[in-house]
């Protein structure tokens, strides 16, 4: 049938529930009639001798998960994520004017520049946005560089440090909720759903809280009792994006829902997110290894709104 190569790192690993996940994929690539080899970083050479790739390490445009794709890609491999889902995930600006373009409705938001850190602007966010503010670099993972501010002191302070990141960040309305949805998004298919439980101790669904980590917990649901309207949202939201694999985290406040943000590589553990979904490794495989290839060009991102003194809120 087919050669199915997965780059994973020993970060992949690291928990029983990611081992079983990557276990059970094998299982069902070989139920299919697939070989599948998991390969490290320094086997990136032998990605051309497989017939597709699927990446389970984290993303980002800067390593070697971005050079993985590229290189599946130069040899016509169909490649989960692929480079330009990389790109547009990794970089929030670049995700939040997409969504924002196909009309996926998202937070109230403003990208701001480094002449904006500064009091008065934070003052008029406020008022704009209202007095809980969230900023957030735009290359994040696992909710770093992403803080709550209240007062235009900690909007400039942490404003200019994530700066130090990148040349713009994202101020964003905070919406209050003991939990966030997540759906996995397949080719503009829904794969599963899941809740992702709040800390009580943060707003976030992971923290370091008094130097111990804390982590949202996770409450799998059936697709088919999913809110229609969480569904919708988030296949409009990962079709503005790509044709990939995606995790899209949704809010629902007061009847409305708004998208948080589009994830490439989403995750799948045992007995988390595959829970009422033990399709989802077949699923994938066979996606993998029937679809035709696609060119993949080089994403461009967005150019400056061109914002003078005053933000605009998006």
């Not at 276990?23 to 050479?45: C, T, V, Y």
């Not at 390490?57 to 971005?66: I, K």
């Not at 998202?106 to 704009?128: H, W």
């Not at 009847?255 to 989802?280: L, Q, S």
């Amino acid at each position: 049938m087919g050669r199915l190569a997965v780059l994973v790192e020993r970060a992949t690993i690291n928990r029983s529930e990611e081992l079983e996940a990557l276990l059970r994929f094998r299982m069902a690539a070989e139920a299919l009639g697939h070989d599948i080899h998991f390969l490290f970083r320094p086997e990136l050479r032998r990605i051309p001798r497989y017939d597709a790739l699927f990446i389970r390490a984290l993303t980002d445009p800067m390593n070697a998960t971005y050079v993985a794709a590229r290189i599946a890609e130069m040899h016509g491999k169909p490649t989960l994520d692929d480079s330009r889902s990389i790109a547009i995930c990794c970089d929030k600006v670049h995700m939040y004017r997409r969504l924002m373009r196909h009309g996926v409705p998202v937070p109230r938001t403003a990208i701001l520049t480094a002449d904006q850190i500064e009091p008065a602007i934070a003052e008029q966010l406020f008022a704009d946005i209202g007095r809980q503010i969230v900023l957030k670099a735009p290359n994040t993972s696992f909710s770093s560089h992403v803080e709550r501010v209240t007062t235009a002191d900690e909007f400039v302070r942490i404003g200019r440090r994530f700066l130090h990141r990148a040349e713009r960040i994202v101020a964003q309305e905070f919406i209050a909720s003991t939990f966030d949805w997540r759906v996995g998004i397949l080719a503009g298919e829904p794969l599963f759903c899941c809740r992702y439980m709040i800390p009580d101790e943060t707003f976030k669904i992971q923290a370091t809280v008094n130097g111990h980590m804390v982590m949202a917990k996770v409450e799998p649901v059936p697709l088919a009792e999913t809110p229609p309207a969480i569904v919708a949202t988030a296949i409009a939201a990962a079709r503005a994006v790509g044709g990939g694999l995606y995790g899209v985290d949704l809010k629902q406040s007061n009847g409305d829902v708004v998208v948080i943000e589009v994830n490439d590589n989403p995750t799948i553990n045992a007995e988390e997110e595959d829970r009422y979904a033990p399709d989802v490794y077949a699923r994938i495989v066979t996606h993998l290894m029937r679809r035709p290839t696609v060119p993949v060009t080089r994403p461009t991102h967005a150019q400056s709104d061109g914002f003078t003194k005053a933000p605009h809120v998006l």
